[in-house]
């Protein structure tokens, strides 16, 4: 994945949270999440020792309380936020760029998915007429399927992933541009699209 945020932009980004209201590091993390509609999600080490630069530099303050650490931005960085104000600008258009890329990203896997699952079920049929006729050649019965139907359910089938993919598609598009997107949706779809994929070709090959 392409850097999300140019050098320096994220501790600019990081004042401008704390602007809105102080807040703990996760609650920093889960904001980015939600900015970025769930397609980025920074890590515990990218975040924290930018917040203690922040303090180094006199922009933050931060009080421990029983479980958390909780930061509050100063004067001081209220005053930096102002003079940067294009800058801080030009980074939230940075991050709207970054979220409709991220989201091409995301369907771009459930496209690369898709392919494969529809490669498999096409390889899974073939071997199956490939079967079927090797069991006409040494032993006819009267209830087996004529090789079309296998040619007709390839075709049944591909038009449901069609119809799936482009549904699919629309729905991450919407949840993307609601910023609602779960940072694990892209490995969460592959891992249901394998299972999905496993338990057909499982299911071909009774």
Same mark, same amino acid.
């Given at each position: $994945?392409t850097p999300i945020f140019a050098h320096g932009?994220?501790? =600019?980004? =990081?004042?401008? =949270? =704390?602007?809105?209201?102080?807040? %703990?590091?996760?609650?920093?993390?889960?904001?980015?999440?939600?900015?970025?509609?769930?397609?980025?999600?920074?890590?515990?080490?990218?975040?924290?020792?930018?917040?203690?630069?922040?303090?180094?530099?006199?922009?933050?303050?931060?009080?421990?309380?029983?479980?958390?650490?909780?930061?509050?931005?100063?004067?001081?960085?209220?005053?930096?936020?102002?003079?940067?104000a294009d800058d801080l600008q030009n980074i939230?258009?940075?991050?709207?760029?970054?979220?409709?890329?991220?989201?091409?990203?995301?369907?771009?896997?459930?496209?690369?998915? $898709?392919?494969?699952?529809?490669?498999?079920?096409?390889?899974?049929?073939?071997?199956?007429?490939?079967?079927?006729?090797?069991?006409? %050649?040494?032993?006819?019965?009267?209830?087996?399927?004529?090789?079309?139907?296998?040619?007709?359910?390839?075709?049944?089938?591909? $038009?449901?992933?069609?119809?799936?993919?482009?549904?699919?598609?629309?729905?991450? !598009?919407?949840?993307?541009?609601?910023?609602? $997107?779960?940072? +694990?949706?892209?490995?969460?779809?592959? !891992?249901?699209? +394998?299972?999905?994929?496993?338990?057909?070709? +499982?299911?071909?090959?009774?």
């Amino acid at each position: $994945m392409t850097p999300i945020f140019a050098h320096g932009s994220l501790r =600019l980004y =990081l004042l401008s =949270l =704390l602007a809105e209201r102080p807040r %703990h590091g996760y609650e920093l993390i889960q904001a980015l999440s939600d900015r970025f509609g769930g397609t980025y999600s920074p890590s515990a080490g990218t975040i924290y020792p930018r917040l203690a630069k922040l303090e180094e530099e006199g922009l933050v303050t931060k009080t421990a309380g029983d479980r958390k650490t909780v930061y509050e931005i100063t004067d001081a960085g209220r005053a930096e936020l102002a003079a940067r104000a294009d800058d801080l600008q030009n980074i939230e258009d940075e991050v709207t760029d970054s979220v409709r890329r991220l989201a091409d990203e995301v369907r771009t896997g459930v496209t690369e998915a $898709m392919k494969s699952l529809r490669a498999d079920l096409a390889s899974a049929a073939r071997q199956a007429k490939a079967e079927h006729a090797r069991a006409e %050649h040494t032993k006819p019965t009267p209830d087996a399927r004529p090789a079309g139907d296998a040619n007709r359910a390839l075709r049944e089938a591909d $038009m449901v992933l069609n119809d799936f993919r482009q549904q699919l598609r629309a729905d991450l !598009r919407t949840q993307a541009y609601r910023s609602t $997107m779960p940072a +694990d949706t892209v490995p969460e779809l592959r !891992r249901q699209l +394998d299972a999905v994929r496993a338990s057909i070709l +499982d299911s071909l090959k009774r």
